[in-house]
């Protein structure tokens, strides 16, 4: 879909500029004034027309007016997203029609994306279009999961019941997502300064003292072996320094090419799940989302087949996606969820108990809904004891490598002073 250079004027007759993705130059035109603007000049990109549209919308831009992007490609952070759906029930539930909320997010939003967006998505209800099939329209902002489970609230005619739990959905996965990264900062941290530093002693102090040994023995045999050893890896590293940086970026793409195909990307989730101290948190993360988010469809009334199609979309890992389209397969035939989720051997003995339980008394989005409780907090106190153990064992590792390299650097010198001091004496 082409993008199109525009400047309009608004309501107040001050002028906007921006661009926006449309059909053709009679659709930007029409988007354009559903959202209240009169557009005065409109250009596809790379036209002739277009260069000068865009130097007049920098030269607009810098006083009173703001760019606005909307179209099929827009995409927004999750952070906004999870503001926009929280303030939205709120209003809903507050006795606000949706086209009114929606208006009055409009207005005060500051991200100009979204604010975009959310101006298209109330012409679009006020022309007489159902909520989600506005949403439909921006697929890189709005998954599979938010649209369903909007389309589910209107059929049922609790949209604000749904917004509500969408906010509280989204409110939970951004907060075991800053949990995991925060985790995940401190040793990489750690792990670049102790690379850094040891880049540095083997490529510029070693070499020195390498000269100094020289200068001061003369011959290498009589450096202590650690001595020997360091400046040998020194002089390897120096050696084919620029082998071991095509080496890393060998590395990097293999890593991103395996990714990409779908032996690769099962062999890399499966070890991610079996990785030491970490693949019980990514394990942990990966039960808590899927039994979260399969409970919230189900609890806000999408069928469970079509629920399990969503949740296995949104797995983010390809072992607990194999096990959710067995789960699927297995429903789709009138059986129970357990034996799939057994056979798998990603799920523990508690889950599957709960879901059986669940089944049995009819109450399985609830149950869902308390396994996901359960395991974010085990993420919680994974996460917590993880950077417990991880400080001081990173510390303890950089210790050792710096501690090592000064001891083959000095050691040399201690012999060096003690044959000084024992040719003074005699």
């Known amino acids: 879909m082409p993008t199109f250079q525009y400047i309009a004027l608004d309501?107040?007759?001050?002028?906007?500029?921006?661009?926006?993705?449309?059909?053709?130059?009679?659709?930007?035109?029409?988007?354009?004034?559903?959202?209240?603007?009169?557009?005065?000049?409109?250009?596809?990109?790379?036209?002739?027309?277009?260069?000068?549209?865009?130097?007049?919308?920098?030269?607009?831009?810098?006083?009173?007016?703001?760019?606005?992007?909307?179209?099929?490609?827009?995409?927004?952070?999750?952070?906004?997203?999870?503001?926009?759906?929280?303030?939205?029930?709120?209003?809903?539930?507050?006795?606000?029609?949706?086209?009114?909320?929606?208006?009055?997010?409009?207005?005060?939003?500051p991200n100009l994306v979204m604010k975009g967006t959310i101006n298209t998505l109330a012409d679009n209800v006020q022309t007489g279009s159902t909520f989600s099939e506005s949403l439909q329209q921006y697929p890189r902002i709005f998954n599979k999961l938010y649209v369903n489970m909007v389309k589910a609230g209107e059929l049922g005619g609790v949209l604000e019941l749904v917004l509500n739990r969408l906010a509280e959905y989204q409110e939970k996965a951004q907060k075991l997502k800053n949990k995991i990264v925060a985790a995940m900062v401190y040793p990489i941290i750690v792990?670049?300064?102790?690379?850094?530093?040891?880049?540095?002693?083997?490529?510029?102090?070693?070499?020195?003292?390498?000269?100094?040994?020289?200068?001061?023995?003369?011959?290498?045999?009589?450096?202590?072996?650690?001595?020997?050893?360091?400046?040998?890896?020194?002089?390897?590293?120096?050696?084919?320094?620029?082998?071991?940086?095509f080496g890393i970026i060998a590395i990097v793409v293999g890593w991103r090419m395996m990714a990409a195909t779908k032996g690769g990307r099962r062999w890399i989730d499966r070890a991610k799940l079996k990785l030491p101290l970490f693949g019980d948190v990514q394990s942990k993360t990966a039960i808590s989302r899927f039994t979260r988010t399969l409970g919230t469809l189900v609890t806000s009334g999408v069928p469970i087949l079509q629920a399990l199609n969503i949740t296995r979309d949104t797995a983010g890992n390809t072992i607990i996606s194999d096990a959710i389209t067995k789960v699927h397969d297995a429903v789709k035939e009138g059986e129970s969820m357990v034996a799939p989720l057994e056979s798998s051997g990603v799920f523990p003995p508690m889950v599957i108990s709960m879901v059986d339980v669940g089944e049995e008394t009819g109450q399985l989005p609830e149950m869902l809904l308390k396994i996901a409780d359960v395991y974010e907090d085990e993420v919680d106190n994974s996460v917590s004891a993880l950077t417990s153990m991880l400080e001081p064992l990173m510390i303890v590792v950089l210790a050792v490598v710096v501690g090592v390299i000064v001891m083959a650097l000095f050691l040399p010198l201690i012999d060096v002073i003690k044959n000084l001091s024992g040719g003074a004496g005699g």
């Open 191 to 245: 792990m670049f300064i102790a690379a850094a530093i040891m880049v540095f002693l083997m490529l510029v102090i070693v070499p020195r003292f390498e000269t100094i040994f020289e200068d001061m023995l003369g011959s290498k045999d009589k450096l202590p072996a650690l001595t020997k050893f360091v400046i040998g890896f020194s002089r390897t590293m120096y050696d084919y320094i620029w082998y071991q940086v």
């Open 11 to 109: 309501q107040n007759g001050q002028e906007t500029a921006g661009e926006l993705d449309a059909a053709s130059e009679a659709d930007a035109i029409n988007q354009l004034r559903q959202t209240g603007l009169y557009p005065t000049s409109v250009a596809a990109e790379g036209q002739g027309q277009s260069a000068a549209i865009k130097k007049r919308a920098k030269a607009t831009t810098k006083g009173k007016t703001k760019t606005v992007k909307v179209g099929v490609n827009a995409k927004v952070k999750s952070k906004s997203l999870m503001i926009f759906t929280r303030q939205l029930a709120t209003l809903i539930d507050a006795g606000l029609p949706l086209l009114r909320g929606l208006t009055v997010l409009g207005r005060q939003e």
